[in-house]
Every structure is written in structure tokens, then in C-alpha cells.
């Protein structure tokens, strides 16, 4: 099997001047857990992942981010249909 066999066509992007809150969304909308970040030029600037929202979620004892992220996990852990 190859990674093109099950992965996004669509890829999803928030920019790095993006609040956290809307990429978290995006990423809860998608049912993804990780995005690519496009810079001001358009290039990719870094990754997004809901690794990342967790420590953060953590390091600030943020509970709406700790919710949004057990919530995003939740999402995107439920079974999919294959094409």
C-alpha cells in the first residue's frame, strides 16, 4: 500500500499569522491532526500538529485549547470509510 492509497488530497493550511484557536478549528473541521503552515510569501513555514496544541494546552493549564484538542483527537480517532 502506498501513503498516496490513504492520504488528503485536499491539504488544508492556516497561515503563521493565523490565531491558534482557527487552525485548531481547521484542523477539527478536516478531522486532521496536522497541517502544514504557509509564511507571508506563501512557502511553508513550519507544521502544526495536535501534539504541539497539547503541550501548549498543558504548559498554560488552558482549558478551552485542552478541550478543543481532546475534542480534535476524538474526531479524527473515529473509523473513516475507505474509498
Known amino acids: 500500500m502506498l501513503v ?3 492520504m488528503h ?3 488544508i493550511t492556516p497561515s503563521d499569522h493565523a490565531m491558534l484557536s482557527d487552525a485548531a478549528m481547521l484542523m ?3 478531522d486532521i491532526g496536522f497541517v502544514p503552515v ?3 510569501q506563501g512557502g511553508l513555514a513550519g507544521v502544526l500538529s495536535l501534539n504541539d496544541l497539547a503541550r501548549r494546552a ?6 478551552w485549547l485542552q ?3 481532546a475534542g480534535t483527537l476524538s474526531a479524527i480517532a473515529q473509523p473513516r470509510p475507505h474509498p
Request: glycine share 4%; net charge negative; aromatic share 4%.
Open 38 to 40: 504557509l509564511g507571508t
Open 58 to 63: 498543558t504548559r498554560e493549564s488552558n482549558r
Open 4 to 6: 498516496r492509497d490513504v
Open 67 to 69: 478541550e478543543d484538542v
Open 9 to 11: 488530497e485536499e491539504v
Open 28 to 30: 477539527w473541521d478536516h
